[in-house]
């Protein structure tokens, strides 16, 4: 019988062949998740393509500062995320804790602006429905925008609630003092997770935010 | 999964990078470039991509060849879904819109989407 590692599976042989396993099927699952959001995107680049006039007017509607701020929001919790990631690898656990604190952070102010905006648009009766009033031309292709707005936002503002939920259990861990140098394959995987949706938002500012911006 | 642990100021510097092209996308957007605004924002957002994956997803420092695979990967099928997707819509018979839509505001320029 060989030693028991702490943490260590016992399909693997060692903690660094685990962390390599993990890192990897992360890395499969985000390629599905880039399959997921391209369908949407795709299917977005077609109806702005039709309704180019109705989607300039939608994106107008939006406000600019609100999805600069997210965007800079998130950047920033990137940023943070990755010096959890450096300070468990070097192992401080202050840092571990701090970092994660600032990222967790940065995520609820996000959804708070994304809150902030929603209810903004439902008062304005923008929400596709029964209820929907675009004043313009676009009375009725105006719904298409903000379908894609809706449904677009709100798949990554679902990501952004499981990542938080994913870093409150990274922030237990780290309290505990679980993480090693050796053992800390949890904080990298789910830094890819938060990252991912970093990169999804990346492309969701220009589409939604700044179409036809200069008219 | 790096195997090197990256500096803090290589992160620092990716943050500022990725600061700065935040505001720049926004700053064009009020520039009229015609077709080149679209290039333009989807161009900032694909290097702001590009640094995301390389220095805080670690791709550069990975010595697990394997996750190049698994990203080319998912970039490709997107390629594939995109392209197979718009060469459709580009090429194939209209698509009549559901009754109300054209009657009342006739916006697309797309000739697929207007009724016969």
């Known amino acids: 019988m060989t030693e028991s590692i702490a943490g260590l599976e016992h399909q693997f042989e060692t903690l660094e062949q685990q962390h390599e396993a993990g890192w990897l099927g992360m890395w499969a699952f985000l390629a599905t998740e880039i399959m997921f959001f391209g369908g949407m995107f795709t299917g977005y680049v077609i109806y702005r393509w039709a309704y180019f006039g109705a989607f300039a007017a939608g994106s107008k509607d939006l406000?600019?500062?609100?999805?600069?701020?997210?965007?800079?929001?998130l950047i920033c919790s990137s940023f943070t995320m990755v010096l959890a990631v450096?300070?468990?690898e070097t192992g401080e656990r202050r840092g571990q804790i701090g970092f994660l604190l600032a990222t967790m952070f940065l995520g609820t102010v996000f959804l708070g602006v994304k809150g902030y905006e929603w209810t903004t648009l439902f008062r304005d009766h923008h929400v596709p429905g029964i209820g929907f009033h675009f004043s313009g031309p676009y009375?009725?292709?105006?719904?298409?925008?903000?379908?894609?707005?809706?449904?677009l936002t709100g798949m990554h503002a679902l990501h952004m609630v499981v990542g938080v939920g994913l870093l409150t259990f990274l922030l237990v861990k780290a309290w505990r003092a679980e993480f090693t140098p050796a053992h800390h394959a949890a904080v990298d995987i789910i830094g890819l997770y938060w990252h991912f949706v970093d990169i999804v938002w990346i492309f969701l500012f220009p589409l939604l935010y700044l179409v036809d911006r200069h008219r | 999964m790096s195997g090197v642990t990256v500096s803090r100021k290589t992160y620092a510097g990716v943050w500022g990078s990725l600061v700065v092209l935040t505001l720049l996308t926004a700053g064009i957007a009020y520039?009229?470039?015609?077709?080149?605004?679209?290039v333009a924002a989807i161009t900032i957002a694909v290097i702001k991509m590009a640094l995301v994956a390389l220095?805080?997803?670690?791709?550069?420092?990975t010595r697990i060849r394997l996750t190049y695979v698994f990203t080319a990967a998912g970039l490709l099928w997107l390629a594939l879904l995109m392209a197979f997707t718009w060469t459709d819509v580009i090429t194939r018979h209209p698509i009549v819109p559901p009754p109300p839509w054209?009657?009342?505001?006739?916006?697309?320029?797309?000739?697929?989407?207007?009724?016969?």
């Open chain 1, 139 to 151: 009375q009725n292709t105006a719904q298409i925008f903000f379908s894609f707005y809706f449904a």
């Open chain 2, 55 to 61: 220095f805080f997803m670690h791709l550069r420092y």
């Open chain 1, 86 to 88: 450096h300070a468990a």
């Open chain 1, 63 to 73: 406000e600019i500062w609100a999805g600069t701020l997210n965007t800079l929001v």
């Open chain 2, 102 to 116: 054209p009657a009342n505001d006739v916006t697309s320029h797309m000739s697929i989407f207007k009724a016969k």
């Open chain 2, 31 to 38: 520039l009229d470039l015609g077709v080149l605004n679209p």
